[in-house]
């Protein structure tokens, strides 16, 4: 009886598995693996693949005559989860793309095994400047922002407005220890002084000792090299204790899920650098519009790079006339990308997108005129000029 | 000032105190933690869900009645506590025959549950709840700047959980409860309602989260994870302090807020795991808990 059992249930496990999904020649296939449950889960999460539907339905729903299909899952900011669901893909469900969400760890991951299947990988979410740097791939595209990117933004703003001594708080892993470098280096380079950092692990219950320490050192700025909730209560600690009379703070990463839940008494005046911002252009509105309609919020920069990414990949398989990922790849470093998201954009040969980044700042409440009228442009920066010159680290792009 | 092993007197002062804010709410949850497994024998893995669902009672009591923070401070550990009668009277129950793995289980699984439909309704990145106006600003000590609300938490619990302590080891009622424990249906021949008592007990633990999660309510996000990283530390608490151990929750919550806090400035990298590695040692050491009875 017991044996009888265990038969039937690996008969049906076995079932489960192979079973899943078949392989289909006639169907294109995209993935998106995000953080979809946790701390993450606001910036692109599920409104994320219902923007990638979107994109695919806008496109048409079929490309080279084949109808596309958008697989999603969560990786629960698991490296080795997010990486055995897109091995598992790219083996069983005929992937063709994917989409990397939040999280730079889980990024990593992933263009490990990009590279060995040889699948585009669109990093969405991910800020790691490392992703196009020591760990690029043939395959990869790092499409929304990266640290690099943030760093020359904000910290530049703010080093020229006078702040010119830094103390970091940084989130320990690859993200915050490299945006606190990137920043580093810019107010360096701009004559401005590091007087040190303390490394905070994620999802702190409490801020308040490391901010005690920040306060502690007379830097002149607070630098806040973290994402998300703990970006949201480290902020709210620094109002609550009077750091924020004696110190600035810089978000060297704020998504507008982030203002909007701090809201605009406790966020004015913080300077930020974004991709995109739902009220730049008739545009943007637009897509503004059409998400709040079904999501009651304003779509962040990576969910507007989701969209983007989607058609710029169709896009280039449709003008190549085939999935080949070498030659898609091949045709998405030579395209230009227009649409809601940016205007000229290009990927550049070590797989970072080259587009324009906005520097911001937070409108006070009496600045405010409509909901969700939070930022106040600050500078338009070049592609160029936000993500910096090729360094060389990557093999693809030798210097 | 001088310095003591190379930190300055100053920010010991001030971590001190902040170690006790923090204490302030591991007291508190492993308190209501403490109560649960000391009384019924229930591994209550439901806790942090409970604290979660305090803070967003308030919010929305806020939000869409207007009550104001005083009122959601009764109100809230009320309501959440009611739920968790109903909890223990149609699912809990059920288990008390059974290993406490079970209502183990059980708890984990409501917990999940609690906060997956949280994270559907409000998603993951929270809503701010602000500090009533009486309690805005702060007090400067002079070695730091004290926010009056956080001077607040640390009264407001102290009182609490030595409260409840009193009712427990000191009255008639406690004298009861802790009777169950020992031989229930010897109490139940006196003529105790029993499993009265249990469900007010569980009620009562509950309250004691929910109430934990009011007052965490304007110091971080209200967000629908906010429960889940801190139920783990929270269970090592009440694993140093003795399972069950109501004084051994409270006392060994306030030191480990505090012990956490200089780690925080001593190697920060590790600010996360010191409660475990002192768990790991008092597991070794003294198995029962600091304050547990062999």
């Known amino acids: 009886m017991k044996l009888r059992m265990v ?78 669901k897109f091995r598992e893909w790219a083996d069983q469900s005929g992937l063709n793309m994917l989409l990397g969400g939040s999280n730079t760890g889980v990024n990593i991951a992933m263009a490990k095994v990009a590279a060995a299947k040889k699948v585009p990988l669109f990093n969405i979410g991910p800020g790691g400047a490392s992703l196009t740097n020591e760990d690029c791939t043939a395959y990869s595209v790092h499409y929304t922002y990266d640290t690099v990117a943030l760093a020359n933004g904000t910290a530049t703003a703010i080093v020229n407005a006078g702040g010119k001594s830094w103390f970091y708080l940084t989130a320990d892993y690859a993200f915050g220890t490299q945006l606190q470098a990137a920043a580093s280096k810019v107010v360096e380079g701009h004559g401005g002084k590091n007087l040190g950092a303390v490394r905070v692990p994620l999802g702190a219950a409490d801020f308040s000792s490391f901010l005690l320490q920040a306060q502690a050192s007379g830097a002149q700025v607070l630098g806040l090299a973290n994402a998300g909730t703990d970006f949201s209560n480290s902020l709210k600690a620094a109002n609550e204790f009077g750091i924020t009379k004696t110190m600035k703070p810089a978000a060297l990463l704020a998504f507008i899920t982030d203002i909007n839940s701090l809201g605009l008494p406790a966020a004015q005046g913080l300077y930020l650098t974004t991709a995109w911002y739902w009220d730049l252009s008739p545009e943007t509105r637009a897509f503004g519009k059409r998400f709040f309609a079904k999501f009651n919020r304003e779509p962040t920069m990576d969910q507007a790079g989701a969209y983007s990414a989607t058609l710029t990949y169709l896009k ?32 550049r040969a070590d797989g970072a997108m080259i587009h324009d980044m906005y520097v911001m700042q937070v409108k006070t409440p009496k600045e405010s005129k409509y909901p969700w009228d939070y930022y106040r442009l600050v500078k338009k920066m070049s592609g160029e000029e936000a993500f910096g010159p090729i360094t060389g680290l990557c093999p693809l792009a030798p210097k | 000032m001088s310095d003591v092993f190379g930190i300055p007197v100053a920010v010991i002062l001030g971590q001190l105190m902040l170690g006790l804010v923090n204490g302030s709410f591991y007291a508190l949850l492993s308190l209501g933690l403490a109560v649960i497994f000391g009384l019924m024998g229930v591994v209550n893995f439901a806790h942090g869900a409970f604290y979660t669902l305090g803070a967003f009672a308030a919010l929305l009591g806020l939000q869409l009645l207007g009550i104001n923070y005083w009122v959601a401070l009764v109100a809230a550990p009320l309501a959440v506590g009611l739920v968790g009668i109903v909890v223990e009277r149609l699912l809990l129950r059920r288990l008390y025959r059974l290993d406490p793995l079970y209502g183990l289980l059980l708890t984990f699984g409501l917990a999940l549950i609690a906060e997956g439909s949280l994270h559907q309704v409000f998603g993951a990145t929270g809503e701010s709840y602000p500090v009533p106006a009486a309690l805005a600003g702060g007090v400067n000590l002079g070695f730091m700047f004290l926010p009056l609300y956080r001077a607040w938490v640390i009264a407001a619990s102290v009182v609490v959980c030595f409260s409840t302590w009193f009712v427990i080891e000191r009255t008639r009622l406690g004298a009861t409860l802790r009777a169950a424990t020992e031989n229930a ?40 994870h906010m429960g889940s990283s801190l139920v783990i530390v929270v269970f090592a608490v009440v694993v140093i302090g003795g399972m069950g151990s109501i004084l051994g929750a409270i006392v060994s919550g306030l030191a480990l807020g505090i012990i956490e806090g200089f780690t925080k400035v001593i190697y920060p990298e590790a600010s996360n795991i010191v409660v475990f590695v002192i768990m790991a040692l008092v597991l070794i050491l003294r198995p029962a808990g600091l304050f547990g009875r062999e």
């Open chain 2, 185 to 224: 249906s010897l109490l139940q021949a006196f003529g105790v309602n029993v499993p009265l008592l249990m469900s007010v007990t569980y009620g009562g633990g509950v309250a004691l989260a929910a109430l934990a999660g009011v007052l965490a309510a304007p110091v971080v996000l209200v967000n629908s």
């Open chain 1, 7 to 84: 038969i039937l249930a690996t008969a049906a496990a076995l079932a489960a598995a192979s079973g899943g999904r078949a392989l289909a020649a006639d169907e294109v296939v995209i993935g998106d693996i995000d953080d979809m449950s946790g701390v993450y889960a606001d910036v692109m999460g599920a409104a994320g693949v219902e923007v990638v539907r979107w994109a695919v339905a806008d496109f048409g729903g079929t490309v080279l005559g084949k109808k596309i299909t958008v697989l999603s899952a969560d990786h629960q900011n698991k490296p080795d989860i997010g990486a055995a």
């Open chain 1, 316 to 347: 280039a398989v449709k003008a190549v006339g085939s999935t080949d990922p070498d030659k898609v790849m091949a045709e998405l470093k030579k395209a230009k990308i227009n649409d809601m998201f940016t205007k000229g954009g290009y990927i």
